[in-house]
């Protein structure tokens, strides 16, 4: 196995593909990279600022990386505060990584996508993987410019850029990272502090979701397939499971009886509006076999059950 470069490993996804692909693949062939340092930094962890090429680079060359998962972004809710810098960090960051796939420094790439490419003229349930795609946010428009790049590389230049357009992304290990569905996140921790959690979603707010370790798994398939069975060079819709988050605290209800939630509906609530309910993520079950292994209440108990310990 090649060395493994993640770029953007201190967010929510990041810190768990580094463990998850350290189990896989050993830790002398696994290396993680942030803007800053954290406590939970391990072995082989680079200072790395991804708007800067030259670095990517040095930093590619002397720990001899081939593959790279490239994960730095501002994410949906966080980003409309910031339009300018989101986009600037969403496509800069990417189009460094894409010269060096172009420049055959890297082999293989990862870079992840979003149901935020689809908007209010998208069909909504299920959301297909070619439809019209009018994001409202300025991290679903930068996924989608993300998207048709990655396409543009992969035809025109050889490179061997692979994508999912990710659902929501749920996990007990880290902290939320500024998502239009963090609610999913923040609701298992109010929960298990016995606090009366306060939803920024209606109680009927449909969306799709997936559990980390499906996320990683799927991560870790598509990344292994040959490339000649790969039909979508673009980015692969994904997801699991749909639900609102009345279904999930009636889910976690069943383990913690005298749980309360309200709803308090804010900005949040119109991006999710715009987002589809459900997905079909055909092509990914045809092309590379992707079959999800958590539904709400199995992912539900193993999150309490985690929490717990």
Known sequence: MENIL?????????????????????REKIYSSDI????????NF?????????????????????IVYHLAAILSAKGEANPIQTWN?????????????KEKVLSKVFWPSSIAVFGPSSPRNPAKQFSIMDPTTVYGISKLAGERW???????????????????????KSLPGGGTTDYAVDIFHSAMKKE?????????TYLPMLYIDDALMAMHKIMEEKKSNLSISSSYNLSAMSFSPKELFESIKKYKKNFDIKYNPDYRQKIA??????IDDSYARNDWGWKESFNLDKMTKEIILNLKS
């Open 89 to 101: 960090l969403n496509m800069n960051t990417l189009f460094n990584v894409l010269e060096l796939a």
């Open 196 to 204: 009366k959690y306060s939803c920024f979603l209606k109680e009927d």
């Open 36 to 43: 800053k340092k954290n406590n939970s930094n391990g072995e």
């Open 273 to 278: 509006d715009t987002w589809p309910e459900s």
């Open 46 to 66: 680079i200072l790395l600022d991804a708007l800067n090429k030259d670095d990517i680079y040095k930093t590619i060359k002397e720990n001899n990386i081939k």
């Open 150 to 172: 990655c396409e543009y590389y992969n035809k025109n230049y050889s490179t061997d850029i692979r994508s999912i357009r990710f659902p929501g992304i749920i996990s007990y």
């Open 6 to 26: 993640i770029i953007g490993s201190g967010g929510q996804l990041g810190s768990e593909l580094e463990d998850y692909l350290v189990s896989l693949y050993g």
